[in-house]
Each structure stands twice: as C-alpha cells, then as structure tokens.
C-alpha cells in the first residue's frame, strides 16, 4: 500500500530553507546552548521545537498562530543551536526566510512596526540620511534636550525609553568613507578594504578610528570605500530580507574595486557580510560576485592572527572577554580575540561561566523582547563580576552597548571597551 507522506514543502516562500529543516534529527543536543530555552525550559522556546514548528508550517500542516510568531520571534538569531548541532542545521538563514514570511501574515505591536518603518526601510538605507539623524542625535545629547526629555519621560511615552538608554554618548566626528587610503606602518604594504559599517562609523567612529590604526600598525594599506553601507543583518534578522538583499548588493559593488581581505570589527555585520554569499545563491546575476565577496571577509582578530601587530604598552588589567554570538557562534572565533588580548603585557584575561550565553543584545532583540533581553543582560552580568574584572572586552557594537547600559545601572565603575580601542592602546607608539 503506497504511504503518502508530504516531503516537498506547501508554502513556497519557505522552500529555499526546508532541507534545513528537514536536517533536524531532533536529538535535542541544542536545547541547553540555547538562551530562550535555557530561560523558560520550554519546548516550544528551543531550537528543536521552532525548527520543527517552521517545518509544520512549510508543510501545510500548521497555521500561523501569534503563538507560533512569538515563540519564533523570541529567537535571538545568536546561532548557538547551529555552533553545536550534529545534523548541520543553520538556524540564521532559517530564521531569515521563516521572518520574511511571517511578515507577511503577522501584525507585529506598533512599536516593532514603527522600527522597521522608519529605522530600517528609511535610516538604514542611505548613509547620508542615516549621518544626518546620528548629527542630530549628538545635538540632542550634547545641547541638554536628552536631560530633558528623560525627566519629562517622552522616551518611556513613545516606547522608545530602552533604545534611548542605550544610545551611547555620540563622538563629534564621525568617519565617513570617501574612497581614502590610510597607509601602513613599517615596510609591509598588504592591502585590506575596511567595512566601516552604520551605527559603528558614526555612535562608535573613535572605535573604527582605532581599528585602522591598528590596521596600519599592522602593515596593511587600509582603504575605506565610499559607496559602502549598512550590511543589512536588521532588515534579514527583523524579516526583510528583499532590503536586506539590495544592501548586500550595494556592498558588493562597493568593495568591487578594492584589494585584500574585507575587515569588519563588528561580529553582527561580519557574519552578514560572511552570508551574502548564501542568500544570493539563487541569483544568477549576482551568485558568483556575492560568494567572491563574502570569501573576502575577515573579522579584525582573524586578520591580525595572520599579521605582526606590535604590543608596545602594557595594560596592566583583569580582563573579561565577551564572545559575541555572532563572532562564536556564527563565525566560530573565539581563539583569536583571546590570543590576541593575551599577547598585551600585564593584561589578565579571566574565563566566566556560561560564555557562550548570548547577553540579550542581539540586534533590535533588547527593543521587541525587552524582558527575555533583560533578563540576559543581567545573567551575563552576574557571571562576568563574579571573576571581579577591571574591563570586559568585545567584539561587536551591541553587547558593547548592552553591557555598558546595565553597569551603568548596577552603578559599576567596570568599563566595556572594543577590543579594537585595547589593541590600539596596546600597540599605540
Ligand atoms: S541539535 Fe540540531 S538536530 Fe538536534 S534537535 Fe537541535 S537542531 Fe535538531
Ligand atoms: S538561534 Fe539562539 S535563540 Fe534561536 S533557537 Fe538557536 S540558540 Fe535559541
């Protein structure tokens, strides 16, 4: 008697990912890697059950229910799942597809929709655009508006009280790419093109700054591409992966012309710009110059692991390094960072507990899932004192600004800096 058994997917939108899916041997060996999982213990809130409920639903065999849509919206997309799992499943690209198609049957709360309105299909888009809000900003923190607008409470009113408070002091000059070329220090003349990125080039220019330095010390010509943008990881993650695509492309062009290795100093865009590659693999146009780009990208620690960067002042200090789930997980670096920092004199490096644990930053996560966000912070917190540091250390603009606002709170002179600004203090003339 012939078994009828649905093996090709029902919704189409899903079919580019249900290999991924139908990967899942539902072994369980991700659950306890997983924060949402490790939080609430709940099936439904681990990688097994939303792998699962994204195969039900590119089967037919399930609806979309705002039960459905909120247990795969509370994935942080940190890859931990995927970093462990046996059966090769990849929960990023799965969850890209499951978001850009959940967008099209959900009704998200206003708040997320007026993020992915005005942030992400406007801001994020044109860097000029996205510089001239970021001025903005810096006069709003520096002119005394943001002293009054907290006491007023209009951040808290407008939902926007968390995003506000992570906003970080904003520098004067940001770094704008207009094709220039930084030229290296020494003899060696390796070529790199640097990624600048969006929120790294204007809230965290000082740490771009320093990465090029560094860079330079390291005996790279470093060239910063002008018609370069955002990597587009919010718009793939927050479920436009149509935006997201067209950013990929605009990148792609831009570094085009430029040699060497891509350096990118933040992990989130780093594992974007390592993954163009894959969301355009069914682009004919654009297949081979999107896997050309991504075999270029290079996360700074990886980088420098291949160069002489001179340590020539101590930093006599206990250091916590953060793993960015985007650089462990997604990118599988952690021995880089660590080898690194180890290399500076009279730099301590303590281990914590849980350091794979993603600390809630995760893209726009601390914005839509405030408390699931919170309640990560304050776990990697907790594990991070215990070891009583002077300084945690990242990799990734996020967890830099997530980490730092919840000291901040706790009242905690513990500093958060890039290890980008420790390299640069370290091997500074
Ligand atoms: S580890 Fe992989 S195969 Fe096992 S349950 Fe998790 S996602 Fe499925
Ligand atoms: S990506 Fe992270 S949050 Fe999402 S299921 Fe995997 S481990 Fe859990």
């Known amino acids: 008697m012939a078994v009828s058994i649905a093996f090709r997917p029902q919704d189409p939108a899903l079919a580019g990912e249900y290999d991924n899916m139908l990967a899942c041997i539902r072994c369980g060996l991700c659950l306890t890697s997983c ?67 959940l967008n099209e049957g959900a009704r998200p709360s206003w708040n ?8 992400f299909t406007w801001l994020f888009t044109d860097m000029r655009r996205f510089r001239a809000v970021a001025r903005l900003l810096w006069l709003y923190q520096r002119t005394g508006l943001r002293w009054l607008a907290r006491h007023l409470g209009i951040p808290r009113l407008m939902g926007m009280g968390e995003a506000e408070r992570l906003l970080p002091q904003l520098p004067a000059q940001f770094l704008t790419p207009h094709d220039e070329t930084y030229a290296p220090e020494g003899s060696a003349t390796d070529p790199v093109a640097f990624f600048a990125g969006c929120v790294m080039s204007t809230a965290l220019a000082d740490v771009d700054r320093a990465t090029i330095r560094v860079l330079q010390r390291a005996g790279h010509t470093v060239s910063n591409p002008a018609q370069q943008g955002c990597c587009g990881a919010l718009h793939a993650h927050g479920g436009d992966l149509s935006q997201a695509l067209e950013l990929a492309k605009r990148n792609i062009v831009a570094f085009e012309a430029t040699q060497g290795p891509i350096v990118v100093n933040s992990a989130g865009c780093g594992a974007m710009l390592k993954d163009y590659a894959h969301h355009l693999r069914s682009d004919p146009v654009w297949v081979q110059r999107a896997a050309a780009f991504s075999a270029r990208v290079r996360d700074l620690s990886e980088l420098l692991m291949t160069a002489a960067l001179p340590m020539k002042r101590k930093v006599p200090q206990k250091v916590v390094y953060q793993d960015a789930c985007h650089l462990l997980h997604a990118q599988r670096i952690s021995r880089q960072p660590r080898e690194l920092l180890r290399q500076i004199d009279g730099l301590e490096l303590a281990e914590i507990g849980e350091a794979g644990l993603c600390c809630g930053s995760a893209g726009v996560y601390n914005v839509t899932n405030p408390v699931q966000s919170k309640q990560l912070q304050q776990r990697k917190l907790d594990n991070a004192l215990r070891v009583a540091p002077d300084l945690i250390v990242t990799s990734n603009p996020g967890c830099l600004l997530q980490l730092r606002a919840g000291l901040q709170e706790r009242g905690s002179p513990i500093a958060v800096r890039h290890i980008a600004e420790v390299l640069d203090e370290a091997s500074a003339p």
């Open 35 to 101: 924060p949402t999982y490790v939080l609430s213990l709940q099936e439904a809130e681990g990688p097994r059950g939303r792998v699962g409920m994204a195969r039900a639903l590119a089967e037919g065999n399930l609806q979309l229910t705002p039960d459905l849509v909120s247990h795969e919206l509370n994935c942080l997309v940190c890859d931990a799942c995927s970093a462990v799992c046996p059966a090769g499943v990849h929960m990023d690209p799965l969850q890209v597809v499951l978001r850009s198609r």
């Open 112 to 119: 997320v929709r007026l993020v992915r309105a005005v942030v």
